[in-house]
Nanobody, 114 residues
């Protein structure tokens, strides 16, 4: 059974940084495109970023230049480095395949507030 476990969220001030982690179990990470998604209060879940098996990345315009996705196939981990955080980045963040065809994990809350 595939499990996705996100962690690393928290509350930071605007301009701050966080690194999120996603532990993947039950599937071979190296053969999947992986991504991060987020869901803000009252809004639909949206795509944030992805990384393919060759390490090529893609970012939503709203996070380009501020967020970095990293994969570690040996450790079955996917990371999201977030810099220069803005209040509009406040959301629950999830990792999943791209397209998202695995069951969603519990997500990790990121709150950006002064």
């Amino acid at each position: 059974q595939v499990q996705l476990g996100e962690s690393g969220g928290g509350e930071v001030q605007p301009g701050g940084s966080l690194t999120l982690s996603c532990k993947v179990s039950g599937m071979l990470l190296s053969i999947h495109i992986m991504g991060w998604y987020r869901q803000a209060p009252g809004k639909e879940r949206q795509f944030v970023t992805s990384i393919n098996t060759a390490g090529n990345t893609n970012y939503a315009d709203s996070v380009k230049g501020r967020f970095t996705i990293i994969r570690d196939n040996a450790e079955n981990m996917v990371y999201l480095q977030m810099n220069n955080l803005k209040p509009e980045d406040t959301a629950v963040y999830y990792c999943n395949t791209v397209p998202a065809y695995q069951n969603w994990g519990q997500g990790t809350q990121v709150t950006v507030s002064s």
